[in-house]
T-cell receptor, first 112, second 113 residues
Framework: NAGVTQTPKFQVLKTGQSMTLQCAQDMNHNSMYWYRQDPGMGLRLIYYSASEGTTDKGEVPNGYNVSRLNKREFSLRLESAAPSQTSVYFC???????????FGQGTRLTVV | QQQVKQSPQSLIVQKGGISIINCAYENTAFDYFPWYQQFPGKGPALLIAIRPDVSEKKEGRFTISFNKSAKQFSLHIMDSQPGDSATYFCAASSGGGADGLTFGKGTHLIIQP
């Protein structure tokens, strides 16, 4: 049972380049999330998807877009990367009720 | 607006001692309060969680104390071990939780041998 799988694990982008971070979960969870983690800032919610077919903005959505491709997959896209988007990105999923969130291993993104 | 405030930012405890990390929240709609543990290079993993209908929950060496009237909750690690050295995050969510967890900024805990 893999849980939450993120790809890639590491990425270096030049300013202005675009990329998509992939996330898949195999726990049949309805809700999926993208967080970013910066030193001293904790984890901040970028976007979330409460169920297949829906997406909503979180605390820090500017510069990002998301797609809930199906129940398993939730991708995060950076259309024009900026140095301020250098961060570690975590995908998470959660069952229907107010319970444990499971996190992926993270994607370490550097924008130069 | 920071809805979950965590302290201290960093903590050094001797092996065998008690580690205490505190969190305070503002949103009275929060009804689920987990603590996550994160090791370097890994994603956060659930350590222990509590709901506001109880004042304390214990799992092994880890205890959450919850004070609803003060809107505060804390993590106590008894008999702290070097393997407990990690970053700890408190968090909170409300309702069905579909809109995600709100996290504190984290505490970097070091247990000295």
């Amino acid at each position: 049972n893999a849980g939450v799988t993120q790809t890639p694990k590491f990425q270096v982008l030049k300013t202005g380049q675009s990329m998509t971070l992939q996330c898949a979960q195999d726990m049949n969870h309805n809700s999926m999330y993208w967080y970013r983690q910066d030193p001293g800032m904790g984890l901040r919610l970028i976007y979330y998807s409460a169920s297949e077919g829906t997406t909503d903005k979180g605390e820090v959505p500017n510069g990002y877009n998301v797609s809930r491709l199906n129940k398993r997959e939730f991708s995060l896209r950076l259309e024009s990367a900026a140095p301020s988007q250098t961060s570690v990105y975590f995908c998470a999923s959660r069952g229907r009720w107010n319970t444990e969130a499971f996190f992926g291993q993270g994607t370490r993104l550097t924008v130069v | 607006q920071q809805q979950v405030k965590q302290s201290p930012q960093s903590l050094i405890v001797q092996k065998g001692g008690i580690s205490i990390i505190n969190c305070a929240y503002e949103n009275t709609a929060f009804d689920y309060f987990p603590w996550y543990q994160q090791f370097p290079g890994k994603g956060p993993a659930l350590l222990i969680a509590i709901r506001p209908d109880v004042s304390e929950k214990k799992e092994g060496r880890f205890t959450i104390s919850f004070n609803k009237s003060a809107k505060q909750f804390s993590l106590h690690i008894m008999d702290s071990q070097p393997g407990d050295s990690a970053t700890y995050f408190c968090a909170a969510s409300s309702g069905g939780g579909a809109d995600g967890l709100t996290f504190g900024k984290g505490t970097h805990l070091i247990i000295q041998p």
